[in-house]
């Protein structure tokens, strides 16, 4: 890959994450309304979640903290999963998504934890 396009993926990511990690505070009922009802403290976990996801998103900007902030990215990306899964079980109280697409966004969250990987893991660092 070349050095400009990794320095373009590198603030692109760390930017989509700061941004969807941001709207869990702007814009909190969607992520409460997809949580499944076996976890405590809904808005509590929307909350942590979106911290972590903006903390990650600005720490791969930063060269000393990009391992790291990845590594954090991609288990945060799997640990959200479970939600993503249960809102194309159960469908998302409060949104109007038809259920096929409910399915289809399922497998770009291994697309994004590869490309987390890809970008800030695996390539030579910048």
Do not use: C, D
């Amino acid at each position: 890959m070349k050095t400009t396009t990794r320095h373009i993926w590198h603030w692109l990511i760390g930017i989509l994450f700061i941004a969807a990690g941001s709207n869990h505070f702007i814009n909190p009922k969607p992520y409460i309304a997809m949580m499944p009802a076996y976890l405590p403290a809904p808005e509590l976990l929307v909350q942590i979640s979106g911290i972590a996801e903006a903390l990650g998103g600005l720490g791969v900007l930063f060269r000393f903290s990009r391992r790291f902030a990845a590594w954090g990215l991609i288990l945060l990306l799997i640990a959200v999963f479970p939600a993503n899964l249960y809102v194309a079980l159960h469908g998302w109280p409060g949104e109007n998504v038809p259920t096929w697409l409910l399915w289809a966004r399922l497998p770009f969250q291994p697309l994004a934890i590869w490309w987390v990987y890809r970008v800030y893991l695996k390539a030579p660092k910048l």
